[in-house]
Structure formats: C-alpha cells, structure tokens
C-alpha cells in the first residue's frame, strides 16, 4: 500500500490560505470537482470518488482519526463504471454518505496541499505528505508539521476524522 502523513484542519480565512499556499506552490492549482461515496466496510475507509468527467476511483485506506499529523495507508484503482461499481458495492455493503467538494489542488515539494469547499461544512485545508518508500512516517510528520507552521495552521482548527464523519454528527448523510 501506499503511504502519506495527513493533516486536516478547518480554514478561518481560506482566501489567505490560497494566496499563502500559492506563493510556495510549485504550479497554479488545479481545480477539482468531487463526489465521495462513502461505503460500509469492517475497517478503514473504501470511498468511490467521481470526477466530472465521468470517470472515477476506489479507494480504501486506513488511519488513524486523530488530531494532527497521522500515516494514511491506501490503495486506488481506476474505474470507468462509477454507476456500476457504485450500484453493486452499494449492494453488497451498504452507503455511509456522500462527501461533495472542490479541491483546489497544489504541490508544494511532496506534499498535496489541498484547499477544499465541502458542501453542508465550508472550507478546509487538506495536507498530504507523499512518503518514498526510505522515508519514515517521523519524516512526514516533520515536513507536515513545518508546512503546518508556514501556513499558521493552529492546532484548535485540526480536525480528527473525514469530512463524513463532520457530515454525519451534524445529521446530514450528503446523499
């Protein structure tokens, strides 16, 4: 599996954010339109990420849901059948929810920088430290935490869980 050293926190002031991620940002964003379904499984995460272009992703991962830096273990796998795959893991498993945002996307060294809209929640900055395989997770959280220092992110507005689970505590299941 894959592996990345994650921070999740809510954003106060997302129009400094952007222009604090931009001016270290290695090219402009790209911008990102999703929708995560979310599917019941006896542990970690599987989700069915859509892209507007019709195309999607399974994913399933594992970490931990707490405060700051954390690993992420994963695994992804393209689809072209979102419909499909959707309708029968639905089936088989059971829908959680549905998570929609646009992701402002940046790279900053090897890290994913994300800047998300998440309908029924607001904004939040996404940080994924992308681990090489001689890397330790102690060296993910050390970029992470640096990161999380230039951008002035404070630890009040760290976030433990998925945006689902924000979702789902305030009643709302996104579908």
């Known amino acids: 599996m894959r592996r990345n050293v994650e921070v999740k926190a809510r954003l106060r002031a997302p129009a400094q ?10 090219a402009q964003a ?4 999703q929708a995560d379904t979310f599917f019941r499984v006896p542990r970690g995460r599987l989700k069915l990420r ?3 272009d019709g195309r999607g992703e399974l994913i399933f991962y ?3 849901d707490a405060l700051g830096p954390k690993l992420s273990c994963f695994s992804i796998t393209p689809t072209d059948d979102p419909d499909g795959l959707e309708a029968v893991l639905g089936q088989a498993l059971g829908v959680l929810g549905v998570v929609r945002k646009e992701r402002l996307l ?3 060294g090897q890290t994913r920088v994300h800047l998300d809209s998440v309908e029924g929640l607001g904004d939040f900055l996404e940080l994924e430290v992308v681990l090489t395989e001689e ?3 102690e060296d993910g959280e050390r970029v992470a935490r640096q990161l ?6 404070e630890e009040e507005d760290l976030i433990s869980g998925a945006y689902l689970d924000l979702l789902l505590a305030k009643g709302e299941s996104g579908s």
């Open 30 to 33: 790209q911008v990102l339109g």
């Open 62 to 64: 594992e970490r931990p």
């Open 148 to 153: 999380m220092k230039e951008l002035g992110v």
């Open 135 to 137: 890397q330790t997770v």
């Open 106 to 108: 940046y790279l900053v």
């Open 17 to 26: 954010a952007r222009a604090q991620v931009q001016a270290r940002a290695q």
């Open 50 to 52: 859509r892209t507007p």
